[in-house]
């Protein structure tokens, strides 16, 4: 097992991600550049775009009800598979392993990131295809009909499917595992049996049910979860109000090199913030724009600027409550690796005993949400293959098999497998959006036009003459009524 971990760790993921951390960069500030920083400039329409109700605004309930999927259940669908053990076990790992200074680099991939998730997710949106009375979309679909390119989308689907539906919701329950045996102080290879059974239980009573059920649960528990994790992080803030200006300096300078502290260099700091930043918002990675194409929204910038509103409050929101209050706690660096124990063991030294008990119940439910957005992301490029019914019951069934695994496997050597999975489809789905980004800019241009004129964007597929298959944007379709005596106003031809 330690070989494997060697070999995993530092002879593939040592080699890939002197890459990738680059590659995201150039990518997120060409984007931001070509957009003229979408990511920041239009915030206030990123918390309109995600209230909108399916269809569009200014639509009855009656006339939306049969219109799928809306703007904020894909933004939960997404932020399910976003907010998870990333944020309360993922932060710890870069902490440990890259000092205060990884923190500053997770924030800084989440700016730049956030246009990458727009050009991503919008392109998603253009591209998606219809499925009974919802959608489906993401890279695959955006590499077969933008870039005319099945063979890129094959090794995407597959990738993703790998990555979602076994590594990640390995990791998942790997922390879970972790949280509930400090909470109950058990780390034996029986209680380890015994949660991973009980995760596979209560995964496959979700999973079963479907897309809208996936919608309808993660609706309810990430925002109550995140919500509830965000508040007792204010909290442990408010009573360290005086130690708050020193925790930034501190991270600042050591992600900048002036301090360096028990191995935890500049390039541990600035490769370790990556890793966990990526694995935690997934800017880039092709995994949001599944979530992204399945919303009914009037146009696709809008589910756009809502992936990228996923973004900042995965990392700029909830990984940083969870930094904070780690650092708050003075912690060791450089003695190994911890997971969501080294956040335990700092919220309870704020809060008293029942912290640790209190991040296992938050991590528990984060973590399980994630299972359950992952599954659906992998769900949907299995679907881009097949719909047969025989194959879908077996793919959920290697989940929950994964489920189980997780539970027994160990914290280096499932991380490690995470990032290598990360980076591979990083590389893939960049050869995609980078040369698409062009469609992206039409998009947003089309939407800024409208906007200037005071009206509610909507957009019909003719108002991108030359651009190909896109299937989902007539006008009879729900999302577009309205779009069709506004094409000859709003047509992008440059």
């Known amino acids: 097992m330690q070989l494997i971990e060697t070999f995993v760790s530092d002879t593939i993921n040592g080699n890939l991600w002197k890459v990738i951390p680059y590659l995201l960069i150039l990518a997120g500030a060409y984007f931001g550049i070509r957009t003229i920083v979408v990511q920041i400039r239009m915030i ?30 894909a933004f939960t669908i997404s932020a399910a598979s976003r907010v998870g053990t990333g944020n309360v076990a993922g932060v710890a790992v870069a902490i440990t392993t890259g000092g205060p200074g990884a923190v500053f680099w997770m924030w800084m991939i989440a700016l730049l990131g956030g246009a990458t998730a727009f050009v991503e997710s919008t392109l998603a949106q253009l591209w998606k295809t219809r499925d009974g009375d919802t959608y489906r979309g993401g890279p695959a679909y955006y590499m077969t009909r933008g870039m005319n390119a099945r063979w890129l989308a094959v090794i995407f689907a597959f990738a993703i499917t790998i990555t979602y539906g076994f590594v990640y919701n390995a990791i998942q329950t790997n922390s879970i595992v972790a949280a509930v045996g400090g909470s109950i102080s058990s780390d034996t290879l029986t209680s380890k049996m015994i949660i991973g059974a009980i995760l596979s239980l209560i995964t496959a009573m979700v999973i079963f049910g479907g897309v809208k059920r996936i919608a309808s649960f993660t609706q309810v528990v990430v925002p109550f979860m995140a919500v509830t994790y965000i508040i007792i992080g204010l909290v442990v803030l408010a009573l360290n109000y005086n130690a708050v200006p020193a925790m930034i300096t501190e991270i600042v300078t050591h992600a900048l090199g002036f301090k360096e502290i028990a191995g935890a260099t500049l390039g541990a700091a600035f490769t370790n913030g990556m890793k966990r930043g990526l694995f935690s918002n997934e800017a880039g990675q092709g995994s949001a724009p599944n979530a992204a194409g399945t919303a009914t929204v009037s146009h696709p910038v809008k589910q756009g600027l809502v992936q990228t509103l996923g973004v900042y409050f995965d990392t700029i929101v909830v990984c940083s409550i969870t930094a904070f209050i780690i650092l708050l706690s003075d912690p060791k660096f450089g003695e190994g690796i911890e997971s969501s124990n080294l956040t335990q063991s700092a919220l309870a030294g704020e809060v008293g005993a029942w912290g640790v008990h209190f991040v296992t119940f938050i991590l528990f439910f984060l973590a399980f949400s994630s299972i359950i957005g992952n599954t659906y992301l992998a769900q949907s490029n299995i679907e881009y293959f097949t719909t047969s019914k025989s194959v879908m019951t077996g793919f959920r069934l290697m989940v929950l098999i994964c489920v189980f ?26 050869l995609a959006i980078v040369p698409l980004a062009g469609v992206a800019i039409k998009l947003l241009k089309n939407y800024s036009q409208q906007k200037a004129r005071g009206l509610d964007p909507v957009f019909h597929k003719d108002m991108l003459p030359g651009v190909p298959n896109i299937e989902c944007w007539e006008g009879d379709d729900a999302a577009t009524q309205g779009a069709a005596e506004r094409v000859a106003e709003f047509t992008v031809h440059k």
Do not use: Q, Y
């Open 44 to 73: 206030p329409e990123m918390f309109k775009a995600v209230a909108e109700k399916p269809g569009g605004r200014g639509r009855t309930k009656e006339e939306s009800k049969d219109d799928g999927i809306s703007a904020f259940k």
């Open 405 to 430: 695994g997780g539970a027994i496997g160990s914290v280096p050597l499932v991380w490690a497998l995470g990032d290598t999975f990360a980076g591979i489809m990083v590389f893939i789905n960049l």
